[in-house]
T-cell receptor
Framework: DQQVKQNSPSLSVQEGRISILNCDYT??????FLWYKKYPAEGPTFLISISSIKDKNEDGRFTVFLNKSAKHLSLHIVPSQPGDSAVYFCAASPPDKLIFGTGTRLQVFP | KAGVTQTPRYLIKTRGQQVTLSCSPISGHRSVSWYQQTPGQGLQFLFE???????NKGNFPGRFSGRQFSNSRSEMNVSTLELGDSALYLC??????????????FGSGTQLSVL
């Protein structure tokens, strides 16, 4: 039973445009979420996080939005750059575990 | 500060064998957690060790086990390997551990192939 879902396995975006990566979760008790980025042959690296007391968090070109009623979060990357091409994982952080989604492969083309 | 180090980088085994993977966390980090990455399944939590004690465990069979040493280095062991165990195994370290909202630092992983 997948508690954190990323329904789009891949996304292709032109350089300079906005990339929107989506993530849904099933447990309304989840109150903290993180996004990690993974390049091939490397481990995931932390990108941005959000607490359920907020509905938005920004860090440079990256913004995460949280819609608690819909149990949905999204990661916006503006403007997208070729170096953003990677696999993005969202994760929920309940007590004592970390639950990842299946990932979305983002490709940014010139 | 050195990052998280995993060895070996690649491993090929046959069904029925056992394997041991190693993870050296960032200096000062007491938590080491392990994950399995397979296509279509994302990253699945195996277990977490904190100060030499297993603190949390995911939904994996008992063939998957681990331990942590006093220097926080951790090993993961898989016994009686099956074809489905072929995956990238990642470890991550942090000061306070998973579920504390603290970000994790991952190693580059060990790619295990079971033939």
């Amino acid at each position: 039973d997948q508690q954190v879902k990323q329904n789009s396995p891949s996304l292709s975006v032109q350089e300079g445009r906005i990339s929107i990566l989506n993530c849904d979760y099933t447990n309304s008790m989840f109150d903290y979420f993180l996004w990690y980025k993974k390049y091939p042959a490397e481990g995931p690296t932390f990108l941005i996080s959000i607490s359920s007391i907020k509905d938005k968090n920004e860090d440079g070109r990256f913004t995460v939005f949280l819609n608690k009623s819909a149990k949905h979060l999204s990661l916006h990357i503006v403007p997208s750059q070729p170096g953003d091409s990677a696999v993005y994982f969202c994760a929920a952080s309940p007590p004592d575990k970390l639950i990842f989604g299946t990932g979305t492969r983002l490709q940014v083309f010139p | 500060k050195a990052g998280v180090t995993q060895t070996p980088r690649y491993l090929i085994k046959t069904r029925g064998q056992q394997v041991t993977l190693s993870c050296s966390p960032i200096s000062g980090h007491r938590s080491v957690s392990w994950y399995q990455q397979t296509p279509g399944q994302g990253l699945q939590f195996l277990f977490e060790y904190f100060s030499e004690t297993q603190r949390n465990k995911g939904n994996f069979p008992g063939r998957f086990s681990g331990r942590q040493f006093s220097n926080s280095r951790s090993e993961m062991n898989v016994s009686t390997l099956e074809l489905g165990d072929s995956a990238l195994y990642l470890c991550a370290s942090s000061s306070q551990g998973v579920g504390t909202n603290e970000k994790l630092f991952f190693g580059s992983g060990t790619q295990l192939s079971v033939l």
